[in-house]
T-cell receptor, first 118, second 113 residues
């Protein structure tokens, strides 16, 4: 257990559905991240939040909509996805925002949500 | 621009020491070097971090030469459960502003019985 909990663990959705992924951490961390990991590809950073404010959007399509109501919770709202969006979606948190290779580079990852778009 | 280069894959046997080297020729002065481990269908897990010379914890050792252009993760006496992908991270300023936690392709370590 890393202290970062993601739900659901698995999700199958149609291209016209709307669903949300949830991430929760009670580690007292101030920064939270969404990553996408497709089969046999490196992790792709999607969004970064620091103190509930979005600090990075890595050119993610608008069909992915993040929400960070407080420092402990992060959501990823999904709508009209495509089959190529099927992937493992990972949430992470860190005490402070990780920039470049700074000294506090330890991030804690959740188990991920395995998303399949049909 | 600080990117990393690692071997795509490595094979080992149980009980052996495994050394995974990462090249980061353009590492910035203030960058630390961090290694993560990822099992299939799980999130990455922090292993070790260092700035220079040698760092050791209960899991691994990290060797960093004086020029810091490379680093070596050393896993003593690996077991089957060490089969995973290992990522080496340093800073990444390739995009606008400063990027957070950029992962490369990693090294896929396969430990055989």
């Amino acid at each position: 257990e890393t202290g970062v909990t993601q739900t659901p663990r698995h999700l199958v959705m149609g291209m016209t559905n709307k669903k949300s992924l949830k991430c929760e951490q009670h580690l007292g961390h101030n920064a939270m991240y969404w990553y996408k990991q497709s089969a046999k590809k490196p992790l792709e950073l999607m969004f970064v939040y620091n103190f509930k404010e979005q600090t990075e959007n890595n050119s993610v399509p608008s069909r992915f909509s993040p929400e960070c109501p407080n420092s402990s919770h992060l959501f990823l709202h999904l709508h009209t996805l495509q089959p190529e969006d099927s992937a493992l979606y990972l949430c992470a948190s860190s005490q402070d925002l990780i920039l470049e290779g700074g000294s506090n580079t330890e991030a804690f990852f959740g188990q991920g949500t395995r998303l399949t778009v049909v | 621009l600080a990117k990393t280069t690692q071997p795509i894959s490595m094979d080992s046997y149980e009980g052996q020491e495994v050394n995974i080297t990462c090249s980061h020729n353009n590492i910035a002065t203030n960058d630390y070097i961090t290694w993560y481990q990822q099992f299939p269908s799980q999130g990455p897990r922090f292993i070790i971090q260092g700035y220079k010379t040698k760092v050791t914890n209960e899991v691994a050792s990290l060797f960093i030469p004086a020029d810091r252009k490379s680093s070596t993760l050393s896993l003593p006496r690996v077991s089957l459960s060490d089969t995973a992908v290992y990522y080496c991270l340093v800073g990444d300023s390739s995009g606008p502003g400063r990027r957070a936690l950029t992962f490369g392709s990693g090294t896929r370590l396969q430990v055989q019985p």
